[in-house]
């Protein structure tokens, strides 16, 4: 049985990017960074087209709506002439399908309800998993800045350096060309470009406590 779109999404949204930083210190985050952002793409346009078909069937049932109360109107009128010309027997056909459009009319209008409220839940789906991705890309690109940062203050300290500048830079090149075939978004935007100063900031204020 597949995934639901509910399940899907929360499972998705409440996930964590550990995982996706383990891959960044191991060396190898291009593979896991675009299964990531391709699988959140991908919970987006099938929550789109899940929106699609809630929005299109709840068009159809308006529409039936319409027509049951347009008929049921219609037949109102033509009772009364039946009757007034005392044709019982036209009168009594009549009633007995007006009564089966009074019965569907409910089961119409909860169904209308209803797709209202899934098409509400799931554009709250869509926001939701953009706000993941983009949550996403800030925490591994300040990572990526996080880790040069230490490398570069190893340099500057006298220290030889290891292989972790390189590491670092090569996960950030990997990350902009993944989130630029991924997404089409070319560079960082101020809040990465926030994200990294942020953690420079914090790496600053560190190395210079334990100098004092």
């Known amino acids: 049985?597949?995934?639901s779109i509910t399940r899907r999404v929360a499972r998705l949204v409440s996930g964590s990017v550990n995982a996706l930083v383990d891959?960044?210190?191991s060396s190898a985050p291009e593979a896991v960074m675009e299964q990531?952002?391709?699988?959140?793409d991908a919970a987006i346009a099938d929550t789109r087209t899940e929106l699609g078909q809630q929005v299109a069937q709840k068009h159809l049932a308006s529409k039936k709506l319409m027509e049951e109360?347009?008929?049921?109107e219609m037949l109102a009128g033509q009772l009364e002439v039946a009757i007034a010309n005392g044709r019982d027997d036209l009168a009594e056909v009549g009633i007995a399908q007006q009564m089966d459009i009074e019965a569907r009319i409910p089961v119409l209008e909860a169904s209308i309800s209803d797709c209202a409220n899934r098409e509400k839940e799931l554009e709250g789906f869509i926001q939701a998993l953009q706000a993941k991705k983009r949550e996403m890309k800030a925490e591994l690109s300040a990572f990526v800045q996080s880790q040069a940062a230490k490398s570069?203050?190893?340099v500057a300290g006298g220290k030889?350096?290891?292989?972790?500048t390189d590491k670092a830079e090569r996960a950030s090149d990997a990350f902009g060309r993944v989130l630029e075939k991924a997404s089409g978004i070319a560079g960082r935007d101020t809040a990465l470009g926030n994200a990294g100063k942020l953690a420079e900031l914090e790496e600053l204020a560190r190395t210079g406590s334990s100098r004092v």
């Open 36 to 40: 990531a952002i391709r699988e959140l």
């Open 23 to 25: 891959a960044v210190e």
């Open 1 to 3: 049985m597949s995934e």
């Open 69 to 72: 109360n347009s008929r049921c």
């Open 152 to 154: 570069s203050a190893t």
């Open 160 to 164: 030889k350096s290891d292989s972790a």
